[in-house]
Each structure stands twice: as structure tokens, then as C-alpha cells.
Nanobody, 120 residues
């Protein structure tokens, strides 16, 4: 069973930085797109950034020029470097991956979520 394990959330002051990491394990054969989504209280889950296995990226307009997504294909890991954080970035951040399993089943998987709180 594929598992996504996230780390790196926490409390940071406005203008600060955080780095989120997500590692996939458990029968991974190919990972196509990896991404980060977030969900604030009372709001729907939204895309933050994603990166395909060729390195092409997409960002939400609200995080462009502040967040950077990258991946290490050898380690099945995706990183979200967040800077110039704002209170409105406060949310639970979820890792997502489109995975081809070694049993040749393809499916999307979610991490458990990590809390990011931006507050003074």
C-alpha cells in the first residue's frame, strides 16, 4: 500500500519561511504528478502547487513568486519551500501523488496533512 508521509509544518510569523516535505513509499513503481493542496477552516481544499515527473510545475496565483515546489525522483520525495508567508496561508497542507504501483495499479494518494499556521 502506498503511503505519503509529510513533515515540516508548524507555527511561523508573517514574512517567515517553512519547508514541507513528503515522501512516498510502499510499492511505488512510477510517480507521475506530485503536489501540495491546502484546506483552511470552512473552505474547500485547493491546489497550491504541483510538479510532474518531467519537472513542469503549476502554482496557484496566490503563492506564485513565494512558494517553490521541487522533487527528488530517486527518493520519491516532493518539497514545498514557502517564503514570505501570510496569515491567509494558514491551513492544513496535504501532499498528493499520482502513483503507478508495482502491481500496475494507478491511483491518487493523499498524505495525512500537516498544519501550517502563520501568526504573530
Amino acid at each position: 500500500q502506498v503511503q505519503l508521509v509529510e513533515s515540516g509544518g508548524g507555527l511561523v510569523q508573517p514574512g517567515g519561511s517553512l519547508r514541507l516535505s513528503c515522501a512516498a513509499s510502499g510499492g511505488v513503481f512510477i510517480i507521475y504528478t506530485m503536489g501540495w493542496y491546502r484546506q483552511a477552516p470552512g473552505r474547500q481544499r485547493e491546489l497550491v502547487a504541483r510538479i510532474d515527473n518531467g519537472g513542469s510545475t503549476n502554482y496557484a496565483d496566490s503563492v506564485k513568486d513565494r512558494f517553490t515546489i521541487s522533487r527528488d525522483n530517486a527518493k520519491n520525495t516532493v518539497i514545498l519551500q514557502m517564503s514570505s508567508l501570510r496569515p491567509e496561508d494558514t491551513a492544513v497542507y496535504y501532499c498528493n501523488a499520482d502513483v503507478l504501483h508495482t502491481a500496475l495499479n494507478r491511483a491518487g494518494y493523499w498524505g495525512q496533512g500537516t498544519q501550517v499556521t502563520v501568526s504573530s
